[in-house]
């Protein structure tokens, strides 16, 4: 994937330049509303709220080959069951294959906690579709949001909001699931969207249901005043997870770069002619990973500091990133990025039940499973090709790696 997105920042300002290089294409009607580019042989479409704009957190998602909604799920994409049988999660057939991975997970407890910006109308039929089609309980769902007022739909993020509850439930079907939804707001103090005040109700509403996560796969680039919003995600209750971004290494993203959130980066599994699982790769300009311009290195990370240095590196794990089907109002459609990527790996982390009290224990959890490197072999994937940057052990390509079994999680 060509990367068409450089995201600088300059005395405070943030600056987006949209740099159309080859593989990437606009029209002239379109180019405010959507991007188009390529990974691996797929056209990928950008939506408007995926690309970044100062001041305005944007999401973290595409969609394959096509935006318009297809009759049932798409051919080729990855499932609930295939997912889970790849990362071990699930007993399934050799090789994993798509057609045949039916059997999907069935842990979860607590709460999970999607927070995403805008109102979703039909965010409970649509949960309940994609639960059906794939054998999936369902779910004990609620739309939420902070204040008296109903925020108003914002069609970009329905892709978005789409994808967070279907997967993280996928995931841990047991756990009740909150959609805390907010306010898009683009100027002035409300550029911090969606509102801290939709993740500080998420934190209260998994601490009410005795434990859980928190995911949040939006973001902006980072800005030099951010340390003072990372007390937002040091509940005790909650493990928090945000996106760590699709623009590749070197380009930055917060919330994804707190040392209180347990980013996810974006990795690809292979397959062979037969669908059979081969292996799992990061491709280069695909997803997020960083040193912090603003965070230190925090104590977990002391082991990596040969990686890190003296700031905070992320993501901290990766997960499979392209693709997968979603249903959204009637239709399936083939989405990726890490927005997918940290709700299916937080309803991992929530069916693994360890219980870790907040993000800080969870973090302190895998990176010591990353430092015995029996435990690391058994519990993680290494994810060591697909760019330079990859190596064996803890890199900005994928941070420790994606799940292998609910062990370390």
Same mark, same amino acid.
């Given at each position: ?7 600088c ?5 943030v600056?987006v330049a949209?740099a159309l290089l080859?593989?990437?294409a ?6 405010q509303?959507?991007m188009?580019?390529?990974?691996n ?7 408007s709220s995926s690309?970044?704009?100062p ?6 998602y595409?969609?394959?080959d096509?935006?318009k ?7 080729g ?8 049988c790849?990362?071990?999660?699930? /007993? %399934?057939p050799?090789?994993?294959p798509?057609?045949t ?14 927070v995403?910006?805008g109102?979703y109308?039909?965010?409970e039929?649509?949960? #309940?579709?994609?639960?059906t089609q ?11 949001w902070?204040? /008296? *007022? ?16 279907e ?5 841990a079907p047991?756990?009740?699931l909150?959609?805390v939804v907010? /306010?898009?707001c683009n100027?002035?103090t &409300?550029? =911090?969207?969606?509102?801290?005040a ?5 934190? *209260?509403?998994?601490?009410?249901a005795?434990g859980g996560?928190?995911?949040m796969?939006?973001?902006?680039p980072?800005w ?6 990372? $007390?937002?995600?040091s ?5 928090f997870?945000a996106?760590?971004?699709?623009s590749?290494l070197?380009v930055s ?7 209180n959130v347990? #980013?996810?980066?974006g990795?690809y599994i292979?397959?062979d002619?037969?669908g059979?699982?081969?292996?799992e790769?990061?491709?280069t ?15 977990y990370q ?9 700031q ?5 794990v990766t997960?499979?990133?392209c &693709? #997968?089907g979603?249903y959204l109002? %009637? ?12 709700p299916t790996?937080? %309803?991992?982390?929530n #069916?693994a ?7 800080g224990?969870? $973090?302190?959890?895998?990176y010591?499973?990353?430092a015995?490197?029996t435990?690391?072999?058994a519990?993680?994937?290494d994810? =060591?090709?697909?760019d330079p940057? &990859?190596?064996?052990?803890?890199d900005? &390509? ?7 079994t609910y062990? %370390?999680?």
């Amino acid at each position: 994937m060509k990367r068409f997105l450089e995201v600088c920042t300059i005395v405070g300002v943030v600056t987006v330049a949209v740099a159309l290089l080859a593989g990437v294409a606009t029209t002239p009607a379109l180019a405010q509303q959507r991007m188009e580019g390529i990974f691996n042989g797929h056209k990928i479409i950008y939506p408007s709220s995926s690309i970044p704009v100062p001041g305005r957190h944007h999401t973290n998602y595409f969609f394959v080959d096509s935006d318009k909604p297809q009759a049932g799920p798409p051919q080729g994409d990855e499932t609930p069951g295939s997912i889970a049988c790849v990362y071990e999660l699930v /007993t %399934g057939p050799a090789g994993c294959p798509i057609d045949t991975s039916t059997n999907v997970p069935t842990g979860g407890w607590g709460a999970i906690a999607i927070v995403d910006a805008g109102y979703y109308p039909t965010a409970e039929s649509d949960l #309940a579709a994609f639960s059906t089609q794939y054998g999936i309980p369902q779910a004990n769902f609620s739309q939420v949001w902070p204040g /008296t *007022k109903q925020p108003e739909v914002e069609e970009g993020w329905l892709g978005e909001e789409a994808l967070d509850i279907e997967w993280s439930h996928a995931m841990a079907p047991q756990a009740k699931l909150y959609l805390v939804v907010s /306010t898009l707001c683009n100027v002035g103090t &409300c550029a =911090t969207d969606p509102t801290w005040a939709a993740v500080t109700l998420a934190a *209260k509403l998994v601490k009410e249901a005795g434990g859980g996560v928190v995911s949040m796969s939006w973001g902006d680039p980072e800005w030099s005043g951010e340390l003072k919003y990372d $007390h937002l995600f040091s509940s005790k209750s909650a493990v928090f997870f945000a996106a760590a971004g699709d623009s590749g290494l070197g380009v930055s993203i917060y919330p994804g770069a707190s040392p209180n959130v347990v #980013a996810v980066g974006g990795t690809y599994i292979n397959r062979d002619q037969n669908g059979n699982y081969i292996d799992e790769v990061y491709y280069t300009d695909g997803g997020g990973g960083d040193l912090s311009p603003y965070e230190p290195r925090p104590a977990y990370q002391d082991g990596v500091q040969d990686v890190v240095g003296s700031q905070r590196g992320y993501p901290d794990v990766t997960s499979d990133f392209c &693709c #997968a089907g979603i249903y959204l109002q %009637g239709g399936w459609y083939s989405v990726g990025g890490t927005s997918w990527s940290s709700p299916t790996f937080a %309803g991992i982390v929530n #069916a693994a039940a360890s219980k870790a009290k907040g993000s800080g224990a969870e $973090h302190t959890l895998m990176y010591d499973v990353l430092a015995n490197p029996t435990e690391y072999a058994a519990d993680y994937y290494d994810i =060591t090709q697909g760019d330079p940057s &990859c190596t064996v052990g803890f890199d900005k &390509c994928s941070g420790i790696g994606s799940a292998r079994t609910y062990n %370390g999680k």
